[in-house]
C-alpha cells in the first residue's frame, strides 16, 4: 500500500461535512499558514515539493505560483473543475466526497498567492455538487475560515463556486477566464500569460482541483517530505481514474512509480480486465494522451517494466510512449475496436472544437468524417494516410493544445494499430460489427 | 405567454451571484443566470426570455445569445419535460453505452434530439460526464444514473412517469432507493 494523502480519511464516515473532517486534523493547514508563515514561505515549500499540475500538463505548481504579477494588489486564484476530458472524474470524487480538501486547499493557495477573491470554476452539469461544495464552503465561513480578518489575521478571503454551461473547451484555462468573464470559450493568445493577464486582466492563477487539494498536505508537512514520496521526477502521489474494461473501475490514489502491472492487475486496484479478457491497449491519461497496445503499456519498447510516473510513461516518446495526462487510464479489451473508438473520440474532438482556429475546426471535422467512413466499411485506399496527413496539419498550427489532443490519438493509434485499420478499409466483411466492444480480429490466415 | 419576469426568491438568487464579481463585471454572472431561467421558464431559452436576461445585466442582447448558443447546456427549442442527457462518449461505449441508447431509442420510440409524442421525454446525447467508470450514464435534471442496464432503464422511465414532478428532484440525488 502507498501512501495517502487526498484519500487518507476518505473512509471516515462523516469526512464530507465539517465536524469529522476538523476533528481528522482539517483546517490545520489554514491555521498554520495564515498564523506562521508569509505567502512566499508557502510558495517555496511547494516549489520544493516538486508538484507537477494535476490538470494534465504536469507543469510545475510552485513555479507557476512564482511567475504572479505581484505589482498588481488585485490577484486570482481560479481552480479548474471542468472535469470533462474524457476517461477523467477523479476531481469530482474530491469534491463529492471530501470537499473541504479542496476548500482549505483554496484557502491556504489564495493566501500564498495573495488573492483575496478566489472561484472555483466547476462543469454547469456538476449542478448536483453544487450543494455539497457550497455546503463546505458556508462552514468554512461559519468557522471563521473565510471571510474577513481570517483567524484574526487580517487576511481576507471570499471564495464563490462559478457554474459552467457545458463545453469541454473550458477547461483550457484561458478559454475557462473567458466563460467566467461571461462569454464564449474562446481560448486566448498566449502570452501574455494568466499570471500576468488573467481574469478581467489581472494577474491570475488557474490549477486543477486536485494540484489545490494538496496544498494543506504541503503546508502541514513541508515541501520536503511531499518531495520524498513517488519518484524524483514525479513526487507524491495522484489520483488515477480507471475505467473501460476492468474489473474495478474506480478513483484510486497511487504514490506515483507504482508498476504499471501492479495498478492494472492487483486486486488493490484495477483487479485486472474484465470477463477473463486479454488486454488490447490502453490510453492512460485521458483521451487525448496516444494510445499504446498492451505490451508497450507494460513495458518500454526497451524492455523495462513501466511505472505509473510522467517519465516512465512518455518513455520512448510519441513512437512508444505515451503520457500521465489528467490520470484518466482508459482500458481496452481484445474486443475492443480501436477504430471505433478513434472515430468516437474525433467527433468528440469536433463537437469540442470552439471554431477559432481552420487546422482545428476543420481537420476535426474531416477526421471525423473519414473515421466514420473507415469504421463503416465505405473506407478508401489512401484514407489512412490521409488521416495521418490531417493530423499532422493540425499539429503545432492551432492556438490552444486541443488541436493537439485531437492528432497525437490519432497518429498513434495509426502507427500502433495499422493492421486493423487496414482491415477495416480492404476487408470490411470480416470485421463487421455495431459497437465499441463487438470487435473480433479475424484470424490472421483469412485476413 | 404571461409576463417574463423571475419570481421574487429567484431575483435575489440573481442578485446575490451578481455580488461575487467587482463592480462593472456583472457579466460574469451570465452563465449561471441563463441556468436559473432555463429552470424557470420551460426549460429552454427563448428570445424574449434570453433579451430579459440582457436587461438584467445591461448587456446587448447580442451578448446573450452568442454565449446561450455557444455552450451545449442551453436549450434554445423546446424540450419535453425531463430532458435525458445520454453520454455516448468512448469509455461509457466500452463497457454497452452504445446497446443501452439503442435500448432506450427502442423503447420511446425516438431517436437522439427527439421527444416523446407526450412530451415527457426528450434525449439528448452529450459528451463525457466525468462519470467514465460508471457508465453507462445519463443524467437527468440533478441526478446521475449510472451503471445502467435495461432494467434500471425501464424501472428510471417508471420513476418519472410515476412520480409527482414536483417531487421528482426534491429527493436527496445520492440517495434515490435503488436507483444508483
Ligand atoms: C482542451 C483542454 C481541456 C482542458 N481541460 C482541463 C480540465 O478539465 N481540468 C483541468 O484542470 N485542466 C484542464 N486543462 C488544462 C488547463 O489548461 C490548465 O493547464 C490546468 O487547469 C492548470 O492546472 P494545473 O497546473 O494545476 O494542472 C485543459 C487543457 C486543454 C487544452
Ligand atoms: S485549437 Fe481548436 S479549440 Fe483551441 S482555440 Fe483553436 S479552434 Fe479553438
Ligand atoms: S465517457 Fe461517459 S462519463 Fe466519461
Known amino acids: 500500500m502507498g501512501a495517502k494523502i487526498l484519500l487518507e480519511h476518505i473512509d471516515k464516515p462523516g469526512i464530507r461535512g465539517y465536524d469529522v473532517y476538523r476533528q481528522n486534523g482539517g483546517y490545520r493547514a489554514v491555521e498554520k499558514a495564515v498564523k506562521t508563515m508569509t505567502p512566499d514561505e508557502i510558495v517555496n515549500e511547494v516549489k520544493t515539493s516538486v508538484l507537477r499540475g494535476r490538470g494534465g500538463a504536469g507543469f510545475p505548481t510552485g513555479l507557476k505560483w512564482s511567475f504572479i504579477d505581484k505589482s498588481n494588489p488585485t490577484r486570482y486564484l481560479v481552480c479548474n473543475a471542468d472535469e470533462s476530458e474524457p476517461g477523467t472524474f477523479k476531481d469530482r470524487y474530491i469534491i463529492q466526497y471530501i470537499p473541504h480538501l479542496l476548500v482549505e486547499g483554496m484557502i491556504v493557495s489564495s493566501f500564498a498567492l495573495g488573492a483575496n477573491t478566489a472561484y472555483i470554476y466547476m462543469r454547469g452539469e456538476f449542478r448536483w455538487l453544487f450543494p455539497i461544495l457550497q455546503k463546505a464552503i458556508d462552514e468554512a465561513y461559519a468557522n471563521g475560515f473565510l471571510g474577513k480578518n481570517i483567524l484574526g489575521t487580517g487576511y481576507n478571503l471570499d471564495l464563490y463556486v462559478q457554474s459552467g454551461g457545458g463545453a469541454y473547451i473550458c477547461g483550457e484555462e484561458t478559454a475557462l477566464l473567458e466563460s467566467l468573464e461571461g462569454k464564449r470559450g474562446n481560448p486566448r493568445i498566449k502570452p501574455p500569460f494568466p499570471a500576468i493577464k488573467g481574469l478581467y486582466g489581472c494577474p491570475t492563477v488557474v490549477n486543477n482541483v486536485e494540484s489545490i487539494a494538496v496544498t494543506p498536505w504541503i503546508v502541514n508537512n513541508g515541501g520536503a517530505e511531499y518531495a520524498k514520496l513517488g519518484t524524483e521526477k514525479s513526487p507524491g502521489t495522484k489520483l488515477i481514474s480507471a475505467c473501460g474494461n476492468i474489473n474495478k473501475p474506480g478513483v484510486y490514489e497511487i504514490e506515483l512509480g507504482l508498476p504499471v502491472e501492479e495498478f492494472l492487475y492487483s486486486d488493490e486496484y484495477c483487479g485486472g480486465i474484465a470477463g477473463g479478457k486479454q488486454l488490447k491497449a490502453c490510453v492512460p491519461g485521458g483521451s487525448s494522451v496516444p494510445i499504446l497496445p498492451g505490451e508497450l503499456l507494460l513495458k518500454t519498447a526497451a524492455g523495462t517494466p513501466r511505472n505509473m510516473s510522467y517519465e516512465s510513461l512518455s518513455d520512448g516518446g510519441f513512437a512508444t510512449g505515451s503520457m500521465l495526462g489528467s490520470g484518466g487510464f482508459i482500458v481496452f479489451d481484445e474486443n475492443a475496436c480501436i477504430v471505433r473508438n478513434l472515430w468516437n473520440f474525433a467527433s468528440f474532438y469536433h463537437h469540442e472544437s470552439c471554431g477559432q482556429c481552420s487546422p482545428c475546426r476543420e481537420g476535426t471535422g474531416w477526421m471525423e468524417k473519414v473515421l466514420h467512413r473507415i469504421e463503416h466499411g465505405h473506407g478508401n485506399q489512401g484514407d489512412i494516410d490521409l488521416l495521418v496527413d490531417i493530423a499532422k496539419k493540425i499539429e503545432g498550427n492551432t492556438i490552444c493544445p486541443l488541436g493537439d489532443a485531437a492528432a497525437w490519438p490519432v497518429a498513434s493509434a495509426i502507427r500502433h494499430f495499422r493492421d486493423e485499420f487496414e482491415l477495416h478499409v480492404k476487408h470490411p466483411e470480416l470485421v463487421r460489427h455495431h459497437y465499441m466492444n463487438d470487435y473480433v480480429a479475424p484470424a490472421l490466415h483469412t485476413a | ?180
Open chain 2, 1 to 180: 405567454m404571461s409576463e417574463i419576469k423571475f419570481k421574487p426568491e429567484t431575483m435575489a438568487q440573481v442578485e446575490a451571484i451578481i455580488k461575487r464579481y467587482p463592480e462593472g463585471r456583472q457579466k460574469s454572472a451570465l452563465l449561471p443566470i441563463l441556468h436559473l431561467a432555463q429552470e424557470e421558464f420551460d426549460n429552454w431559452l427563448d428570445v424574449p426570455v434570453m433579451d430579459y436576461v440582457a436587461s438584467i445585466l445591461s448587456i446587448e442582447p447580442i451578448e446573450v445569445y452568442e454565449v446561450a448558443s455557444f455552450y451545449t447546456m442551453y436549450n434554445l427549442k423546446p424540450v419535453g419535460k425531463y430532458v435525458l442527457e445520454f453520454c455516448k462518449t468512448g469509455p461509457c461505449c466500452l463497457v454497452g453505452a452504445e446497446k443501452i441508447q439503442d435500448y432506450i431509442q427502442a423503447k420511446l420510440g425516438i431517436k437522439v434530439g427527439e421527444t416523446t409524442a407526450d412530451g415527457m421525454f426528450t434525449l439528448k446525447t452529450v459528451e463525457c460526464m466525468a462519470a467514465c467508470g460508471y457508465g453507462p450514464m445519463m443524467q437527468v435534471g440533478d441526478h446521475y444514473y449510472e451503471r445502467l442496464t435495461e432494467e434500471k432503464v425501464d424501472r428510471i422511465f417508471d420513476y418519472f412517469r410515476n412520480t409527482d414532478p414536483s417531487k421528482v428532484y426534491k429527493t436527496d440525488p445520492l440517495t434515490v432507493a435503488g436507483l444508483n
